[in-house]
């Protein structure tokens, strides 16, 4: 351990309030499954920077700038691929995602139509979406491609029958949400217009469709949020040791946030108390511990009237976990940039509390102050 670490640490780390809590729940997401058991107690960070002073790994303090959007997508790079037609099954009791399997027949219908649909001859798209319908009542593709036919041909309460159909036949897949939400907001059934559009942003979370939709259609008075979790401070390998990168320029919660990244990367044996497992990959587990680590650092910094660089981000942050959603917020920003679909892979009480968090701290009236 560098004496750098030593000196930086003492003045925001050590002393710190203990690490709010909720408790840590085990993951449920495909990308990073854990056996439901009982994870340890979150380390403060005080005890964080003292296993970090006690290994035998080489750990340095590198002060940088961080990128306007923080470092996610260093640290959390997209490692699975989205399905285009989402189908979710049960296998060995755990949901997976599949391919929905789609005849032939109807595939070279929908592709006969799409040039009528883009060259606007949406009669001429609709008599072949229908024909879809007919020959595969249960192709939920067809189903939304036959609802956009009727959309843009401004029959929005025809488009609406078509697009509940298909999230009954397929409710995993977040375009048919988003596109029902449209052709209810066009009926002006805004209430559930905002249910459908919260069941789409859960069901994709960085879907950047529907954040420009309302950017460009204000009129409907609301805004997607911007991300809560921007990282300023992360760990990486360097040679035989862990760079641990902070931007001093910002809340020092990032810095108690990135010396616990460097526990994860550095020291296996943490990884496997925490979660059972050396293996590195996503985990809310240590998304949670690693959050929490800032977010006592920066309450500790309030409390002593230290305001000039505190992150307006982790104050959002400390309100979510203080109502209980810290997991639904990692799931949400952090999982998501991992696994796009990965909410598909959990249960349906956990959809749900999700929702509960995108109609809270996400999909919200547009007057409503971004820090």
């Given at each position: ?124 798209a609709a008599k072949l979406y229908a024909r879809a319908t ?76 529907i954040r420009q939709f309302f950017r460009t259609n204000a ?142 701290h996400v999909l919200v009236p547009a007057g409503r102050r971004?820090?």
């Amino acid at each position: 351990m560098r004496q750098s670490l030593l000196l930086f640490g003492c003045a925001f780390i050590l002393g710190c309030a203990s690490t709010p809590k909720p408790a840590p729940e085990a993951d449920r997401s495909a990308s990073a499954t854990v056996k439901e058991r009982d994870t340890p107690q979150y380390l403060s960070p005080s005890e964080v920077v003292a296993q970090l002073e006690a290994s035998q790994v080489l750990y340095k303090v590198d002060g940088k700038d961080s990128p306007p959007g923080g470092w996610g997508d260093q640290l959390w790079p997209q490692r699975v691929s989205a399905v285009e037609a989402p189908w979710v099954v049960e296998e060995s009791g755990q949901r997976v995602i599949r391919e929905w399997p789609v005849d032939a027949s109807v595939k070279a219908l929908l592709d006969e139509a799409e040039p009528h649909f883009q060259a606007r001859r949406y009669d001429e798209a609709a008599k072949l979406y229908a024909r879809a319908t007919d020959a595969c009542p249960d192709c939920y593709v067809a189903w939304v491609f036959r609802g956009d036919a009727a959309y843009f041909s401004d029959d929005a309460a025809t488009a609406l029958e078509h697009y509940r159909r298909a999230t009954t036949l397929n409710p995993n897949d977040h375009r048919a949400w988003f596109f029902q939400g449209n052709a209810l907001a066009k009926l002006e059934q805004y209430q559930e217009a905002l249910d459908a559009w919260a069941w789409c942003l859960v069901l994709n979370p960085r879907y950047p469709v529907i954040r420009q939709f309302f950017r460009t259609n204000a009129h409907l008075g609301l805004v997607v949020r911007g991300d809560v979790i921007v990282p300023r401070g992360f760990a990486v390998r360097e040679g035989e040791g862990v760079s641990i990168q902070f931007d001093p320029n910002h809340d020092p919660g990032w810095f108690a946030f990135a010396n616990c990244k460097a526990l994860w990367l550095g020291e296996p044996s943490h990884r496997e108390k925490m979660t059972g497992s050396t293996e590195e990959q996503f985990t809310s587990v240590e998304e949670m511990e690693c959050l929490a680590s800032a977010l006592a650092v920066h309450e500790t910094q309030k409390a002593e009237g230290k305001l000039d660089a505190l992150d307006p981000t982790l104050e959002r942050l400390l309100d979510i976990t203080q109502e209980g959603l810290l997991l639904e917020a990692v799931l949400f920003e952090v999982g998501a940039r991992v696994h796009p679909q990965v909410v598909l892979t959990l249960d349906d009480e956990l959809r749900q509390r999700l929702k509960r968090y995108v109609l809270t701290h996400v999909l919200v009236p547009a007057g409503r102050r971004e820090g």
